[in-house]
């Protein structure tokens, strides 16, 4: 059986993965005030947020697929396959798994996985996915190897201003001026499927980031054959965690740049690494 795998553009995995693997994306609606975008990379970029942001002072909005969408997504997978596996965002974060689901339960040999995660973290689950095709496991074989698989990814990210977190409700003005005055960066894990803070650490962003890279490594031991990094906007300290990991013993690191469904929320300076636990 033919197996194709599809998901939605806030995975944020890299093109060349993409067209290697002959992932479906379902490029995410986003607007700039009455203008709507698409996330992928061409029509909307993260760019394109910052500037508005800076611009108008106003946050973009996202909104997800609804269930005809994906149904018609879906159709043209089933062109070229006999299955589908989609990955969705976590369903305790956005309404638009919900609708794939809807939309895959109509219909036959398609398959909702709720990843329980967000950007790169959907991305360690695809990757699997794929090896898992490619040995010839059944789809059914794949699904409960990934739900098994998806408790151990390990998503964590450091966010340099909550800025965007305060224009979106997600967070109090008390909390957004005592960030600036203490220089607070939080770390935003996700637990179950949601996000939640579970640290913060005072200093400059690329300080914090070398100090984040360190907990985590101790807090989650790391399968190490591959982690992600990934980034809404250029840091020095990028490189620094890159070399970090690499002399811990990762075989394969991989650099994704944030889509503007992450950056939407978490705005400029934020970093992320991402990988499977032990």
């Known amino acids: 059986m033919r197996i194709g795998i599809s998901a939605d553009s806030t995975c944020d995995l890299p093109k060349e993965f993409i067209d290697k693997y002959d992932i479906r994306i ?8 009455e203008n709507d975008l698409r996330h992928d990379g061409v029509t909307g970029t993260s760019q394109d947020v910052f500037d508005y942001v800076e611009k108008t002072g106003k946050l973009p909005t996202t909104s997800a697929f609804n269930e005809y969408e994906y149904t018609e997504h879906f159709k043209k997978i089933k062109e070229n396959y006999d299955a589908v596996i989609h990955f969705s965002f976590s369903w305790e974060i956005s309404s638009t798994g ?4 809807r939309a895959s339960e109509n219909m036959e040999n398609v398959y909702t996985i709720d990843s329980q ?3 790169c973290g959907i991305s360690l689950l ?8 490619e040995q010839g496991f059944s789809v059914q074989e794949i699904i409960n190897k990934i739900e098994e698989l998806k408790t151990k990814v390990q998503t964590s990210f450091l966010i340099d201003t909550l ?18 005055i203490l220089s607070i960066k939080p770390r935003i894990s996700v637990i179950n499927g949601k ?4 640290k913060k650490y005072l200093g400059s962003i690329n300080n914090c980031l070398i100090k984040y890279c360190d907990d985590i490594l101790k807090e989650v031991p790391p399968d190490k054959k591959l ?8 840091l020095e300290a990028k490189d620094k965690i890159i070399k970090k990991l690499k002399d811990y013993g990762f075989e394969e690191i991989i650099e994704a ?6 950056c939407i929320h978490c705005g400029k300076g934020t970093l992320g690494v991402m990988y499977l636990a032990k």
């Open 26 to 33: 379902n490029a995410m609606p986003f607007s700039l005030g």
């Open 98 to 101: 919900l609708n794939a689901r």
């Open 117 to 119: 995660n967000l950007s």
């Open 126 to 133: 695809i990757l699997e996915c794929c090896k898992l095709r």
């Open 163 to 180: 800025k965007y977190l305060h224009k979106g409700g997600r967070c109090s003005g008390v909390a957004l001026i005592g960030s600036k």
């Open 195 to 198: 996000m939640e803070v579970t």
């Open 227 to 234: 982690a992600f990094v990934v980034y809404s906007s250029p």
């Open 257 to 262: 740049q944030a889509g503007p469904s992450i």
